[in-house]
Every structure is written in structure tokens, then in C-alpha cells.
């Protein structure tokens, strides 16, 4: 165990164990910045309690650092909190690692409340990083925080106030600029309200925005694609399609072209459908329950790329047998 204080503390809260179905993700922790580096962790219990670290950070230049840590479980008891140590490198190319911290068997559940108050565990991940190479560390913003003197609007919406720059969202947003600088009621407004807005969504929307490194992940592409498809912010709509193309790796092909028929990514359409090569893709992909969801413009795109495929099967087979019979 490490002596030293950490550099930072994450921590994931899990209400409501007695009720927990073991089916998958129970928990998220806020975004924390340590030495200027975005973290977050999520806690799982598929299988085991498993808990994953995910630095946000997205740069265009290899950058890597290394990462001691100890997640926690605490019981009541203070004598017996459980303490699991790992150590991590993080890459850009490997930006998640997780650690099991209770072991699956019959008794899990009884296990899990034990550590419980109120029917609620607390997961911390204590971080120390050691050997940061190609980081540019990130300005903390504090959307929450009103007494930042680099904000000068207050939006209100579901789940409280955020605060921020009204000429930072007019420069990337088209609907911003007309309702802060039009001939709108909006205009001389110094709080504003968005109806149908998530605050913790649109929180990580702004963390995009302001910082260009902002790393998209599968978590966050769809209501990031929502957001930025109301408020017709182009910029933050290029970086998701070019991560739907080339770095989404934990999304469903048929959730991916959902999205690209919903948003009218095209470009998303056209590539992913262009890498499908075998037939059975396509029978997974008709099999998906999102392909229900999925328009009849975009189906019939899939049908007419399944037909290709097949034909180009069909006549591989058909080579393979006339040579056997030459």
C-alpha cells in the first residue's frame, strides 16, 4: 500500500445495492482532473465488481503515462475495507484499464452489502502518475462553479445551472449565435433557459468544445451527436463521425449505422457499410434489435450491399469449383 498521498481520488457512488440485477454498468464517477490529465471510472458487475480508469484525454500526438493505483472498497468497518493495487500504462491507443475488486460467486450480493450504509457503496480509485510524456495538461473549467470570472451566462436546465462563455458557444454553434446575438428576447439575458437538456450531458459538451483534445468515447458519442445535431455544432459532429469510423470499437455495427441514418452521416454510412465483407455480418447486424429503429432508406442501402457481397461469394465459389474441376 502506498504511503505517499495521492495525486488524485476518484469515486464512483452505487445506490440502491439491495436492488442491483447484475446486468451490467451500476456506476460513474464526475470527471476529475489530476495534474491537469481528465479521469473517469465506471464500476461493472456482469460477471465480478469490476471497475474501469479511463483518462479523457484525446490529442492528435502519441502521449503516454503511467499509473500506480489502489481501488477501494470501504466497509463500515474500518478494519476491513478492501484494497486491490494496480499498476497502469496509459497510451492513446490504451486509454482503460480496469481492476476486479469482489470476485463473483453465490454469496456476491450478501458480499456487496456488506460494505453498504444506507444501501450504498462508494468505490475509490487512488491515483499516483509517474512518467507523463506528450500531455498538454487541460485548464480546469468549472461549468458549476458562478463565481468563475471567465463566464458571463447562466443556462438553466434539467438538473440545475451550468456556466459559461456565451461568445465560446456563439463561435462553434449557429443557434447559439442567433439566440445570443439576434433579434431575440435571448439576447440581453444573462440567464437563459434549455428545455429538454441534460445538465451532466451537456457538461461534456462543453468539455468538447472548449478543449480540442476532448476524447469521444462510446459512452458519450450519441447524446454528444444529439446535442450537437440541436444546437448545429459542426465541429463537435466531424470529430463522432471520424470516431464512428476509425476508433469506435465497443459500439454495435447496427448501433453505428443507427446513428448515421438518425444524424445523416453519410460519409459514416457509406464506410462502415463499404468494410462489410461477409454475409453473417450482415445476419448479426438484421438479428440486432436497433436494426428495427433503423429507416427503410437505410435498409434497403444494407439489403443492396448484402446482395454485392453475396454475388461476390457466389462467384469465389464458383472460381474455386472450376478450378477443382480443371
Given amino acids: 500500500m502506498k504511503t505517499t498521498q495521492p495525486d488524485g481520488v476518484i469515486r464512483i457512488e452505487i445506490a440502491k445495492v439491495s436492488e442491483l440485477d447484475l446486468k451490467g454498468c451500476i456506476g460513474k464517477s464526475p470527471e476529475t482532473f489530476v495534474k491537469g490529465v481528465p479521469w473517469y471510472a465506471t464500476a461493472w458487475t456482469c460477471f465480478p465488481l469490476h471497475a474501469c480508469l479511463n483518462c479523457g484525454l484525446d490529442q492528435l500526438v502519441p502521449w503516454t503515462v503511467d499509473v500506480d493505483t489502489e481501488f477501494v472498497l470501504p466497509h463500515p468497518d474500518s478494519t476491513k475495507h478492501l484494497t486491490v493495487e494496480e499498476s497502469f500504462h496509459f497510451t492513446k491507443r490504451n486509454c482503460e484499464h480496469g481492476s476486479t475488486i469482489l470476485r463473483r460467486d453465490e454469496n456476491f450480493i450478501r458480499k456487496l452489502k456488506e460494505f453498504s450504509t444506507d444501501d450504498k457503496i462508494t468505490i475509490e480509485i487512488r491515483l499516483w502518475l ?12 468549472d461549468f458549476t462553479d458562478p463565481n468563475d470570472p471567465r463566464h458571463n451566462l447562466t443556462l438553466v436546465m434539467e438538473g440545475g445551472k451550468v456556466y459559461v462563455n456565451k461568445g465560446i458557444l456563439a463561435f462553434h454553434s449557429c443557434v447559439f449565435n442567433v439566440m445570443f446575438y439576434g433579434d431575440f428576447a435571448e439576447k440581453n439575458k444573462t440567464e437563459i433557459e434549455l428545455k429538454d437538456v441534460d445538465r451532466e450531458e451537456f457538461i461534456e459538451l462543453l468539455h468538447v468544445i472548449y478543449h480540442s483534445n476532448r476524447k469521444i468515447t462510446f459512452a458519450s458519442a ?18 463522432i463521425e471520424n470516431y464512428l469510423i476509425n476508433d469506435c470499437l465497443r459500439l454495435s455495427k447496427a448501433m453505428i449505422l443507427r446513428l448515421a441514418d438518425q444524424y445523416r452521416l453519410s460519409a459514416v454510412k457509406e464506410e462502415r457499410l463499404s468494410k462489410i465483407t461477409f454475409v453473417s455480418t450482415f445476419e448479426a447486424i438484421e438479428k440486432d434489435p436497433v436494426y428495427n429503429d433503423l429507416s427503410d432508406e437505410m435498409k434497403a442501402a444494407i439489403l443492396e450491399r448484402k446482395v454485392a457481397v453475396m454475388e461476390r461469394e457466389s462467384s469465389s465459389d464458383d472460381s474455386s469449383d472450376s478450378d477443382w474441376r480443371d
Avoid at 509517474?130 to 473549467?141: E, T, W
Avoid at 450519441?222 to 470529430?239: A, G, M, P, T, Y
Fill in 130 to 141: 509517474s512518467n507523463m510524456k506528450g500531455i498538454r495538461c487541460l485548464p480546469h473549467i
Fill in 222 to 239: 450519441e447524446f454528444l451527436l444529439k446535442l450537437s445535431d440541436q444546437f448545429q455544432i459542426e465541429s463537435v459532429i466531424d470529430r
